[in-house]
């Protein structure tokens, strides 16, 4: 039964300081009904090591002997969530506190309204999910000036009306639950809510990117058009004996289509999609797409908005993906000369993840109002200039987020190294992006930087003052495990906020430091407990 809070009370454990302390390896896996073990242990992998193509085609055998050469460093939690069982969960604690305070702004309930909550939890069978939803109805039904005999009233109403909407088959009182949140939300958010429906089940959704894609399909607007769209909003396609469910000749009644296996035999039945504004697809492994193949999408679906597949690889770009005028947001991995005529792509907004020979003037002038850039591949052709560069990116001047992945495997990652810019204001260098024994941080530097991220490197002496980072406000060193010390002269910096070290054990002497000379100008200007410090794990 969903809605218990089964996932919310493992999660409070998980995150709990005693089990950090006691756990420095946590891994969270989220397992459902079509989940392989093959996934599974992917899943595991994940937390220690990189995932590439080679890893994907080793079998279950060999994937569970990485996964225990691994689990075999130390101690470790392994949460395995959403099983399917039979079991049933006997104890649950209610949100009552939560609801109650929710509900009254105040974390007791009146007197003369005490039975009849009781009365209404009890008609929710203690399912938490069905007891907020109730909560949120009875703040509407009343307001704080409403005298108690209204409010009696009003309680009586919703209590009759909880006893007849459960009164059906516990089968689908979750739904009938859900459905009754959904018929209260503004039509302009119902369209929001139905699109998670594009994303596979235990999909951890990123926020950027669901949002990106409500704005390209057009639900986020000043006055929303997306209206009382309940019906044929979205069909996911899924493998069945005879092909497909539903089958391929359907996908012309619908508007938005996911679909997270089989994709190559879905794409070579030729579907035919004239309706179609999003193509999603979240597989867990890539797929390269055949030269016969890669025509298929654009020749199916000539009115797409969102094109979110990022697990197939395109061996070329076919120019007819420019002739999709409509488009908003797509992640293809390389780009084909555009004609001097072609003014499509300045209509484009978000574009990861192309590859370095995509960047070059001629591209980037066609999609000159990009907001989101993501470039994956050998980085070090960027820099050579032999094909596509660096300086190409300044045609971008609305550009937000640019994400580099130096892909260059099975070559180790510093075959090139990169110049960063320096109007940067967040940098976040993961995955041994970052790699040298030493930095001393050069005058001029990073004058604008706010956010500095550092995650496994084998830096161990950083040399710095203040007026390197002068505006910088977080810095994340994240298993930084050689590294001795953060400079102690960031102290310095008057809008440094936060400073969290996670498994960057001999830094952490300094880090006191920096947080006892915070600490001590926050007293003398009043204002304490602005700096926030985070050492994990934490030391005996």
Not at 207 to 229: D, H, P, T, Y
Not at 394 to 416: A, I, M, R, T
Not at 490 to 510: G, H, M, P
Request: charged residues 30%.
């Amino acid at each position: 039964m969903p809605g218990l809070g089964k996932t919310t009370l493992a999660g409070k454990i998980f995150r709990d300081p005693g089990i950090l302390y006691e756990f420095p390896t946590r891994i969270w896996v989220y397992v459902s009904q079509d989940f392989t073990r093959k996934n599974i242990f992917l899943a595991i992998l994940r937390e220690f090591t990189r995932i590439d193509e080679e890893m994907y085609h080793k079998t279950d055998q060999e994937l569970a002997r990485l996964v225990a050469s691994d689990l075999e460093r130390g101690k470790f939690l392994l949460v395995m969530d959403d099983v399917w069982t039979a079991e049933d969960w006997e104890k649950t604690k209610l949100l009552c506190q939560r609801a109650i305070r929710w509900v009254f702004g105040k974390p007791e309930c009146p007197p003369e309204l005490e039975v009849l909550g009781k009365l209404i939890v009890d008609q929710c069978d203690r399912l938490p999910l069905a007891i907020v939803v109730i909560g949120g109805i009875l703040v509407k039904k009343f307001s704080a000036s409403d005298d108690i005999s209204a409010k009696r009233n009003a309680w009586t109403k919703v209590s009759n009306s909880v006893s007849t909407y459960l009164s059906e088959d516990p089968g689908r009182r979750m739904e009938k639950i859900i459905a009754l949140s959904y018929d209260k939300l503004p039509y302009h958010l119902r369209a929001c809510f139905l699109y998670l429906g594009m994303f596979p089940e235990d999909f951890e959704i990123p926020v950027w990117k669901l949002i990106r894609m409500w704005i390209a399909e057009g639900f986020i607007q000043e006055k929303s058009e997306a209206g009382n769209e309940r019906e044929n909003f979205l069909q996911e396609m899924k493998r069945s004996s005879d092909g497909f469910e539903p089958s391929v000749a359907e996908v012309q009644k619908f508007r938005r289509l996911c679909i997270h296996s089989s994709i190559l035999s879905f794409i070579s039945a030729r579907p035919y999609g004239p309706r179609v504004r999003s193509f999603v697809c979240f597989s867990k492994e890539e797929v390269a797409l055949p030269t016969e193949n890669v025509a298929a999408i654009p020749a199916a679906f000539k009115l797409l908005r969102v094109l979110e597949v990022k697990p197939i690889k395109f061996t070329k770009i076919p120019s007819d993906m420019y002739q999709l005028v409509h488009l908003r947001q797509m992640h293809p991995l390389l780009l084909p000369k555009t004609g001097k005529s072609s003014k499509e792509g300045e209509k484009l907004r978000t574009l990861g993840t192309v590859s370095p020979q995509s960047c070059t003037e001629e591209v980037f002038e066609r999609a000159r109002n990009l907001k989101k850039l993501g470039i994956r591949g050998r980085l070090a052709m960027l820099i050579d200039g032999k094909s596509g560069s660096f300086d190409s990116l300044g045609k971008l001047e609305n550009l937000d987020k640019l994400k580099l992945l130096n892909d260059v495997f099975p070559s180790p990652p510093s075959e090139g190294q990169l110049r960063l810019m320096e109007n940067l204001e967040v940098l976040k260098l993961k995955n041994k992006s970052f790699t040298g024994k030493c930095w001393q941080a050069a005058d001029g530097g990073f004058r604008r930087l706010e956010v500095l991220h550092i995650g496994r490197t084998d830096l161990v002496f950083w040399i710095a003052s203040a007026h390197h980072f002068p505006r910088l406000r977080r810095l994340e060193l994240h298993n930084c495990e050689e590294l001795k010390e953060v400079p102690i002269g960031l102290a310095e910096i008057e809008n440094f906020q936060v400073l969290d070290l996670y498994r960057t054990k001999f830094a952490a002497a300094s880090a006191k430091k920096i947080g006892d000379a915070k600490k001590k100008k926050e007293e003398q200007n009043g204002k304490v407990g602005a700096f926030k410090l985070s050492i994990f794990p934490v030391e005996e």
